[in-house]
């Protein structure tokens, strides 16, 4: 199956949901701006996604490391326990639709990363702070509570935290399943990493743009990396909850996006390459990966790009799915999410 018309050659593209400039025309309509045909409205959407999403979580906040970290939960405590952590720029309620259908037979609960969502930001993010972090939010939320460990599941960047996480500290969790997680930018000196650093421009000091109103706001959100939106009420949803309030330069209130625009640029990787200095990071405990048949993270690994991810992994594909699964089939992602935990790990 071919790869979203973003992916060709000479399309910025960007690695690891790392935030990337593209010229008006770079990208196809539908990929740059998906959302602006709808000019503000809502897309319709099934019945299974309202009903979903009507089933509002418990919101709170978990200290960590002194960061107040936003944190949404569903389903009772004493159940065993999901912990969901979500791609880079994100937030909790990308599995705000996904989570009910979990909470069933598990304690769920999804958290804002750090520097995202209405988490706090701070000066400085490292991979080992993201673990300290989710185990003071699955302590916090009564996921042990369910006479064992938790399991994470972790899409995007958010994979490659749990990933990391599962092998800096496997006595944390009784499993890990990583959904579309990949690892590291383009191959050094290829002509791809020369056009991914020209273009890309986060910096601590560029702040996030303030726009007007929501409708501006939304006309601008396209993901990272590129794609098409399969189920546009679902990018809808998620854009929507993206968005805080802000001054204008000028005066009065307007809209911007909640994550902090430094935090490439402010995401110390020593520890994780410490560990990744003499090869792929060992890890012990039970590991699957979901992946989209047609995403580029997967198209790179297939191309050698290397990857941590040991060779015998259990791996899912999700058919006609490009990175961000719950976006283009979020109904094929429960399903895969809950045949594997009904049988996995045994």
């Given at each position: 199956?071919?790869?979203?018309?973003?992916?060709?050659?000479?399309?910025?593209?960007?690695?690891?949901?790392?935030?990337?400039?593209?010229?008006?025309?770079?990208?196809?309509?539908?990929?740059?701006?998906?959302?602006?045909?709808?000019?503000?409205?809502?897309?319709?959407?099934?019945?299974?996604?309202?009903?979903?999403?009507?089933?509002?979580?418990?919101?709170?906040?978990?200290?960590?490391?002194?960061?107040?970290?936003?944190?949404?939960?569903?389903?009772?405590?004493?159940?065993?326990?999901?912990?969901?952590?979500?791609?880079?720029?994100?937030?909790?309620?990308?599995w705000s639709f996904i989570a009910p259908f979990l909470a069933e037979d598990y304690r769920v609960a999804s958290m804002s990363l750090a520097g995202?969502?209405?988490?706090?930001?701070?000066?400085?993010?490292?991979?080992?702070?993201?673990?300290?972090?989710?185990?003071?939010?699955?302590?916090?939320?009564?996921?042990?509570?369910?006479?064992?460990?938790?399991?994470?599941?972790?899409?995007?960047?958010?994979?490659?935290?749990?990933?990391?996480?599962?092998?800096?500290?496997?006595?944390?969790?009784?499993?890990?399943?990583?959904?579309?997680?990949?690892?590291?930018?383009?191959?050094?000196?290829?002509?791809?990493?020369?056009?991914?650093?020209?273009?890309?421009?986060?910096?601590?000091?560029?702040?996030?743009?303030?726009?007007?109103?929501?409708?501006?706001?939304?006309?601008?959100?396209?993901?990272?990396?590129?794609?098409?939106?399969?189920?546009?009420?679902?990018?809808?949803?998620?854009?929507?909850?993206?968005?805080?309030?802000?001054?204008?330069?000028?005066?009065?209130?307007?809209?911007?996006?909640?994550?902090?625009?430094?935090?490439?640029?402010?995401?110390?990787?020593?520890?994780?390459?410490?560990?990744?200095?003499?090869?792929?990071?060992?890890?012990?405990?039970?590991?699957?990966?979901?992946?989209?048949?047609?995403?580029?993270?997967?198209?790179?690994?297939?191309?050698?790009?290397?990857?941590?991810?040991?060779?015998?992994?259990?791996?899912?594909?999700?058919?006609?799915?490009?990175?961000?699964?719950?976006?283009?089939?979020?109904?094929?992602?429960?399903?895969?999410?809950?045949?594997?935990?009904?049988?996995?790990?045994?």
């Open positions: 199956m071919a790869l979203d018309p973003a992916i060709k050659e000479g399309a910025p593209v960007g690695y690891d949901d790392h935030p990337i400039h593209s010229e008006p025309g770079a990208l196809p309509p539908e990929v740059q701006a998906p959302l602006a045909p709808f000019q503000g409205r809502e897309p319709d959407a099934p019945k299974w996604f309202t009903d979903a999403i009507a089933k509002a979580p418990e919101r709170s906040f978990v200290t960590s490391l002194g960061t107040k970290l936003e944190v949404l939960t569903w389903g009772e405590v004493g159940k065993p326990g999901l912990l969901l952590a979500h791609g880079n720029s994100a937030h909790a309620d990308w995202m969502g209405a988490s706090d930001w701070r000066d400085s993010y490292a991979f080992q702070d993201f673990a300290e972090d989710a185990e003071a939010v699955a302590q916090a939320t009564g996921l042990y509570e369910g006479g064992r460990k938790p399991i994470y599941i972790g899409h995007s960047f958010g994979g490659s935290q749990v990933f990391f996480a599962a092998a800096l500290h496997p006595e944390r969790m009784h499993a890990a399943i990583l959904v579309d997680t990949g690892f590291g930018g383009p191959p050094p000196g290829s002509e791809e990493a020369k056009r991914f650093e020209a273009r890309n421009i986060p910096t601590i000091d560029r702040a996030n743009k303030v726009y007007p109103d929501v409708k501006s706001a939304l006309a601008r959100f396209r993901f990272m990396p590129p794609q098409a939106a399969g189920n546009l009420f679902v990018a809808d949803f998620i854009a929507r909850r993206s968005l805080k309030s802000a001054p204008l330069p000028d005066g009065g209130e307007g809209f911007t996006w909640r994550f902090d625009p430094g935090m490439w640029n402010k995401l110390d990787r020593s520890v994780m390459m410490g560990m990744t200095a003499d090869g792929p990071p060992k890890v012990t405990l039970p590991l699957a990966h979901i992946y989209g048949d047609r995403s580029v993270v997967m198209s790179r690994r297939k191309g050698g790009q290397p990857s941590p991810l040991p060779e015998n992994i259990l791996e899912i594909a999700i058919p006609d799915s490009a990175h961000h699964i719950m976006v283009d089939q979020p109904l094929a992602l429960i399903a895969a999410l809950r045949a594997l935990l009904s049988v996995w790990p045994s």
